[in-house]
Nanobody, 127 residues
């Protein structure tokens, strides 16, 4: 079992920045891809960013150039640096652990490729 706890959310004005953290416990997540997803009010949950165990990254088009995903395996933690935030970034942000260790594939955008999920952290961007 893996437990994931997100933190770093909050209220920020448009154009501002936030850094989200996802701390894992119960198992080392270094062999796994990690992903960030978000669910806005009244919307489906969407892919935001992912990072493989080799630190290859992938981003949704809507956040590319503004968000950066990174990982610190010594801390068993994944981060999401969010810059130039927009009101449409308002959502609950959740992290997840990939299913397969040491996978040779690129990080997946599909939710079913992730096994464990955190509870999420609220990000609200005011205009």
């Amino acid at each position: 079992q893996v437990q994931l706890v997100e933190s770093g959310g909050g209220l920020v004005q448009a154009g501002g920045s936030l850094r989200l953290s996802c701390a894992a416990s119960g198992r080392a997540v270094s062999p796994y891809a990690m992903g960030w997803f978000r669910q806005g009010p009244g919307k489906e949950r969407d892919f935001v960013a992912a990072i493989t165990w080799k630190t290859n990254t992938d981003y949704a088009d809507s956040v590319k150039g503004r968000f950066t995903i990174s990982r610190d395996n010594t801390m068993n933690t994944v981060y999401l640096q969010m810059n130039s935030l927009k009101p449409e970034d308002t959502a609950i942000y959740s992290c997840a652990v990939g299913r397969d260790p040491w996978s040779r594939r690129d990080a997946s955008r599909a939710e079913y490729e992730y096994d464990y999920w955190g509870q999420g952290t609220q990000v609200t961007v005011s205009s």
